[in-house]
T-cell receptor
Framework: DGGITQSPKYLFRKEGQNVTLSCEQN?????MYWYRQDPGQGLRLIYY???????QKGDIAEGYSVSREKKESFPLTVTSAQKNPTAFYLC????????????FGDGTRLSIL | QKEVEQNSGPLSVPEGAIASLNCTYS??????FFWYRQYSGKSPELIMF????GDKEDGRFTAQLNKASQYVSLLIRDSQPSDSATYLC?????????????FGQGTTLQVKP
């Protein structure tokens, strides 16, 4: 089945620690996105990538980093500089052109220990 | 002014009634509009998209778009308790071709048996 796989489902971060969230898709989509969702809030864009080896900052990129070495993979690192990382993190992908819908993985819930 | 605005609700309707969810957006150049359903603790799921003024029907769902008024709505006919969820409106940025979506904060729908 084609889809987007995020792992782990739950993640705990210690003070001063970097953690990496995995996102893999087998939909052959060109574009991939990372969002953060806080309770009762909509989705805020962290980073996005339209093509391999290229990515752009979204609205709330500070304290996060990404890479796009393969079309299928777009991992997100939450660095120690992100002081309030507790949130639901969603990865999405699309064909990338205007008007194409985004499809989401199941999400990773990150908490501070 | 927020770019995409939704009433957070909750909107409460009895089972079998029509639920009407509304969304306004600020960018007149936006061309594509999406409705996602998000159950509590889960990731968003695409349920409708609309590109042209007027109505688009899919089963019990109807999306309505009025670009002149910068307004998009979602009607759910014969509402069922299983429709109880948060509905997110998403709009493409009018001035770019990146496939980026701007999300509203969502409207929570409660369908009471």
């Amino acid at each position: 089945d084609g889809g987007i796989t995020q792992s782990p489902k739950y993640l705990f971060r210690k003070e001063g620690q970097n953690v990496t969230l995995s996102c893999e898709q087998n939909l052959n989509h060109d574009a991939m996105y990372w969002y953060r969702q806080d309770p009762g809030q909509g989705l805020r864009l962290i980073y996005y990538s339209q093509i391999v080896n290229d990515f752009q900052k979204g609205d709330i990129a500070e304290g996060y980093s990404v890479s796009r070495e393969k079309k299928e993979s777009f991992p997100l690192t939450v660095t120690s500089a992100q002081k309030n990382p507790t949130a639901f993190y969603l990865c999405a992908s699309s064909r990338g052109q205007e008007g194409q819908p985004q499809h989401f993985g199941d999400g990773t819930r990150l908490s501070i220990l | 002014q927020k770019e995409v605005e939704q009433n957070s609700g909750p909107l409460s309707v009895p089972e079998g009634a029509i639920a009407s969810l509304n969304c306004t957006y600020s960018d007149r150049g936006s061309q594509s509009f999406f409705w996602y359903r998000q159950y509590s603790g889960k990731s968003p799921e695409l349920i409708m998209f609309i590109y042209s003024n007027g109505d688009k029907e899919d089963g019990r769902f109807t999306a309505q778009l009025n670009k002149a008024s910068q307004y998009v709505s979602l009607l759910i006919r014969d509402s069922q308790p299983s429709d109880s969820a948060t509905y997110l409106c998403a709009v493409t940025g009018g001035s770019s071709n990146t496939g980026k979506l701007i999300f509203g904060q969502g409207t929570t729908l409660q369908v009471k048996p």
